[in-house]
C-alpha cells in the first residue's frame, strides 16, 4: 500500500501536497518524494528513503516549488525497498523529463507489459516499480505511436491489469486516472488557496484518502470513479475524458486497516464502517456475560473504533489498556519480520496495575502470521488478565494480496496452518472469533462492490494466470 497526493493550480502546490502526505503517512513509511511544475514549464522532483517530515524539508519545497504537484508515500509491495523504487519517477518524453507520475496498486501483468516495452520499444528501465511501467506505457503510445496524451492513457488504463490509482502532470496538464475495478481509493477535493501574501486563487486536489484535505482547507468533492480519466488544464474546469468503468471490486481492507478513520473511502465513513464491525463481533458474543470485570480493548490503532462499536453494543466498557508508543510505525508494513517482531516490543506497553482479576476482550483487526498478535496477548496476560478473548474485524486471511497490499504467501498464513481453535491456542487466547464475510451485509451498502480477495480467493485476475506466487496452502482451510 502506497498514498498519492496531487495539487493543481494553486501557487504553492508542493507545500499542499507535502501536508497531505503528511497526514497519509500511515499508507507508507520507507520512501517519498514529490513532483513539481515550475514556472518556466518545467518538471522537477526530489525523493528520499524516509518519512515526510524529513524529507520534504522547507529547502526540498523551496526548489520544487510550483503551482503543480503531485507526491508519493511508498512501502514496498513489489520492487525493493530502495530509491530507484520510490515515486515519483521523471520519464523522459522526447529531449527531457516532461512527466512525473505516482500510483498506488500493483500491476499484475507487470512482467509481460515490461517485457513487451523493452523489445517494442528498447526501453529502458530504472526501476522495479509499476509507476514506471505506466509511465512508460503511456511514453510509448504518445511518443513512438504518436497518440494524442489522452488516447495514449486511455491505451494504457486498458492494457494494464491490476490496482493502480494514478497521478500524472506533464508541461501543461494534469491527469489523475483509476483502474476500472476501483481497487484503490483516490478522491478529488476543491482548494480556495489564501497564502502567504499570494493573491486567493481556486485549485484541484487528489488524494488516496480524504483525511488530509482539511488540514489545508481543501473540500472534498467525490471519488474519481472507476476506470475515469480525469483531465485538468489551465483556465479549463476538470474534464472526464472518458470512463470505462468494470464491475467494483474495491479493496474491503481499506476500510478494515488501512484508510485512517476520519477518511470516507467507497462511498463509506472508515469510522463508521469500523463501529459496525464491532457491533456485528458483539452480536455474535451471547456466550461473553456482561460485567464489571469486563473490558473492551483494542490493539491501538486501527481497532480503536471496532472495539468502541463493540462495547457500545455490548453495553460494556471501553478501555485503552495497552498504550502505543507513536514514534514506532505500523508494524505490518514493515519490511521483514525481524523489524515487526522488535516493532511490537517496542510499540505496545499495558495499562500498569489494570489487568488484574479482568476479563478482556482484546479486538484486532486482522490475523495475518499471528506472531505479533500472540505477544501482545500473552502481555495481556502477563499483566494479569483473568481471560483473553480475541475479537477479530476482518475474515479469516487465506490468500494474498495482488494489488497493492503486502501480505505473505499463503503458506505463511495462519489461517492456512490452522484451525480457528488451533489459532486460539497459538495465541494463548480463552475464545477467538472473526468477522464471517456474510456479516459484512450489516456493514456495508453493497458488499457486492467490494473485493475479499485475500478472505475467500475470489480474485479479479486468477494469480496463476499470471504466473503470481501463490503457494498451495499447507494446511486445513
Ligand atoms: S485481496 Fe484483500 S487486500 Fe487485496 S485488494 Fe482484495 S481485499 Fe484488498
Not at 194 to 201: I, L
Given at each position: 500500500m502506497c498514498g498519492v497526493a496531487g495539487v493543481f493550480g494553486v501557487q504553492h502546490a508542493e507545500a499542499q501536497v507535502a501536508e497531505i502526505l503528511f497526514a497519509i503517512q500511515h499508507r507508507g513509511q520507507e520512501s517519498c518524494g514529490i513532483a513539481t511544475r515550475n514556472p518556466r514549464g518545467n518538471i522537477t522532483s526530489y525523493k528520499a528513503m524516509g518519512l515526510v517530515k524529513n524529507v520534504l524539508v522547507e529547502e526540498v519545497l523551496a526548489r520544487n516549488a510550483g503551482d503543480v504537484s503531485i507526491g508519493h508515500v511508498r512501502y514496498p509491495?513489489?520492487?525493493?525497498?530502495?530509491i530507484a523504487n520510490s515515486q515519483p519517477h521523471a520519464i523522459d518524453l522526447a529531449e527531457g523529463p516532461h512527466m512525473a507520475i505516482c500510483s498506488n496498486g500493483d500491476i499484475i501483468n507487470y512482467g509481460e507489459m515490461r517485457g513487451w516495452l523493452e523489445r517494442e520499444a528498447g526501453f529502458t528501465f530504472k526501476s522495479d516499480n509499476d509507476a514506471e511501467l505506466i509511465g512508460r506505457l503511456i511514453a510509448y503510445h504518445h511518443v513512438v505511436q504518436r497518440e494524442p496524451i489522452e488516447d495514449a492513457i486511455r491505451k494504457t488504463q486498458q492494457e494494464l491489469k491490476g490496482a493502480f490509482a494514478t497521478l500524472v502532470i506533464l508541461r501543461d496538464r494534469m491527469f489523475a486516472f483509476r483502474d476500472p475495478h476501483g481497487i484503490r481509493p483516490l478522491v478529488m477535493g476543491h482548494l480556495d488557496f489564501q497564502g502567504d501574501g499570494a493573491p486567493p486563487s481556486e485549485g484541484t486536489v487528489f488524494a488516496?484518502?480524504?483525511?488530509?484535505?482539511g488540514i489545508i482547507g481543501a473540500r472534498r468533492l467525490r471519488e474519481v470513479a472507476p476506470g475515469e480519466i480525469l483531465c485538468l488544464s489551465r483556465g479549463q474546469p476538470v474534464t472526464t475524458v472518458s470512463v470505462v468503468p468494470k464491475r467494483k471490486r474495491h479493496c474491503v481492507f481499506e476500510l478494515i486497516y488501512f484508510s485512517r478513520p476520519d477518511s470516507e473511502a467507497f462511498g463509506e465513513r472508515v469510522y463508521d464502517v469500523r463501529e459496525k464491525i464491532g457491533a456485528c463481533l458483539a452480536a455474535k458474543d451471547a456466550d461473553i456475560p456482561g460485567g464489571d470485570d469486563l473490558v473492551v480493548m483494542p490493539v491501538p490503532d486501527s481497532s480503536n473504533f471496532v472495539a468502541l462499536g463493540y462495547a457500545a453494543a455490548k453495553g460494556a466498557r471501553f478501555s485503552m489498556g495497552l498504550l502505543r508508543n507513536?514514534?514506532?510505525?505500523?508494524t505490518f508494513i514493515k519490511p521483514s519480520q525481524k523489524s515487526r517482531d522488535e516493532g511490537v516490543r517496542q510499540k505496545f506497553n499495558p495499562l500498569p496495575g489494570f489487568f488484574p482479576g479482568k476479563r478482556v476482550v482484546l479486538v484486532d483487526d486482522s490475523i495475518v502470521r499471528g506472531t505479533s498478535l500472540r505477544k501482545i496477548v500473552r502481555m495481556v496476560k502477563t499483566a494479569g488478565a483473568r481471560e483473553v478473548h480475541v475479537r477479530i474485524g476482518s475474515p479469516r486471511v487465506i490468500g494474498s494480496c495482488y494489488y497493492g497490499i503486502d501480505t505473505p504467501t499463503r503458506n505463511e498464513l495462519i489461517a492456512n496452518r490452522m484451525s480457528v481453535a488451533e489459532t486460539a491456542d497459538y495465541l494463548t487466547a480463552d475464545s477467538l472469533r472473526y468477522m464471517e464475510i456474510p456479516d459484512f451485509d450489516r456493514v456495508l451498502?453493497?458488499?457486492?462492490?467490494?473485493?475479499?480477495a485475500c478472505f475467500?480467493?475470489?480474485?479479479?485476475?486468477?494469480p496463476e494466470q499470471f504466473g503470481l506466487k501463490t503457494n498451495v496452502p499447507g494446511g486445513r482451510e
Amino acid at each position: 500500500m502506497c498514498g498519492v497526493a496531487g495539487v493543481f493550480g494553486v501557487q504553492h502546490a508542493e507545500a499542499q501536497v507535502a501536508e497531505i502526505l503528511f497526514a497519509i503517512q500511515h499508507r507508507g513509511q520507507e520512501s517519498c518524494g514529490i513532483a513539481t511544475r515550475n514556472p518556466r514549464g518545467n518538471i522537477t522532483s526530489y525523493k528520499a528513503m524516509g518519512l515526510v517530515k524529513n524529507v520534504l524539508v522547507e529547502e526540498v519545497l523551496a526548489r520544487n516549488a510550483g503551482d503543480v504537484s503531485i507526491g508519493h508515500v511508498r512501502y514496498p509491495t513489489a520492487g525493493s525497498s530502495d530509491i530507484a523504487n520510490s515515486q515519483p519517477h521523471a520519464i523522459d518524453l522526447a529531449e527531457g523529463p516532461h512527466m512525473a507520475i505516482c500510483s498506488n496498486g500493483d500491476i499484475i501483468n507487470y512482467g509481460e507489459m515490461r517485457g513487451w516495452l523493452e523489445r517494442e520499444a528498447g526501453f529502458t528501465f530504472k526501476s522495479d516499480n509499476d509507476a514506471e511501467l505506466i509511465g512508460r506505457l503511456i511514453a510509448y503510445h504518445h511518443v513512438v505511436q504518436r497518440e494524442p496524451i489522452e488516447d495514449a492513457i486511455r491505451k494504457t488504463q486498458q492494457e494494464l491489469k491490476g490496482a493502480f490509482a494514478t497521478l500524472v502532470i506533464l508541461r501543461d496538464r494534469m491527469f489523475a486516472f483509476r483502474d476500472p475495478h476501483g481497487i484503490r481509493p483516490l478522491v478529488m477535493g476543491h482548494l480556495d488557496f489564501q497564502g502567504d501574501g499570494a493573491p486567493p486563487s481556486e485549485g484541484t486536489v487528489f488524494a488516496s484518502e480524504c483525511c488530509g484535505f482539511g488540514i489545508i482547507g481543501a473540500r472534498r468533492l467525490r471519488e474519481v470513479a472507476p476506470g475515469e480519466i480525469l483531465c485538468l488544464s489551465r483556465g479549463q474546469p476538470v474534464t472526464t475524458v472518458s470512463v470505462v468503468p468494470k464491475r467494483k471490486r474495491h479493496c474491503v481492507f481499506e476500510l478494515i486497516y488501512f484508510s485512517r478513520p476520519d477518511s470516507e473511502a467507497f462511498g463509506e465513513r472508515v469510522y463508521d464502517v469500523r463501529e459496525k464491525i464491532g457491533a456485528c463481533l458483539a452480536a455474535k458474543d451471547a456466550d461473553i456475560p456482561g460485567g464489571d470485570d469486563l473490558v473492551v480493548m483494542p490493539v491501538p490503532d486501527s481497532s480503536n473504533f471496532v472495539a468502541l462499536g463493540y462495547a457500545a453494543a455490548k453495553g460494556a466498557r471501553f478501555s485503552m489498556g495497552l498504550l502505543r508508543n507513536h514514534y514506532v510505525g505500523r508494524t505490518f508494513i514493515k519490511p521483514s519480520q525481524k523489524s515487526r517482531d522488535e516493532g511490537v516490543r517496542q510499540k505496545f506497553n499495558p495499562l500498569p496495575g489494570f489487568f488484574p482479576g479482568k476479563r478482556v476482550v482484546l479486538v484486532d483487526d486482522s490475523i495475518v502470521r499471528g506472531t505479533s498478535l500472540r505477544k501482545i496477548v500473552r502481555m495481556v496476560k502477563t499483566a494479569g488478565a483473568r481471560e483473553v478473548h480475541v475479537r477479530i474485524g476482518s475474515p479469516r486471511v487465506i490468500g494474498s494480496c495482488y494489488y497493492g497490499i503486502d501480505t505473505p504467501t499463503r503458506n505463511e498464513l495462519i489461517a492456512n496452518r490452522m484451525s480457528v481453535a488451533e489459532t486460539a491456542d497459538y495465541l494463548t487466547a480463552d475464545s477467538l472469533r472473526y468477522m464471517e464475510i456474510p456479516d459484512f451485509d450489516r456493514v456495508l451498502a453493497s458488499r457486492d462492490d467490494f473485493c475479499f480477495a485475500c478472505f475467500d480467493l475470489d480474485y479479479i485476475y486468477p494469480p496463476e494466470q499470471f504466473g503470481l506466487k501463490t503457494n498451495v496452502p499447507g494446511g486445513r482451510e
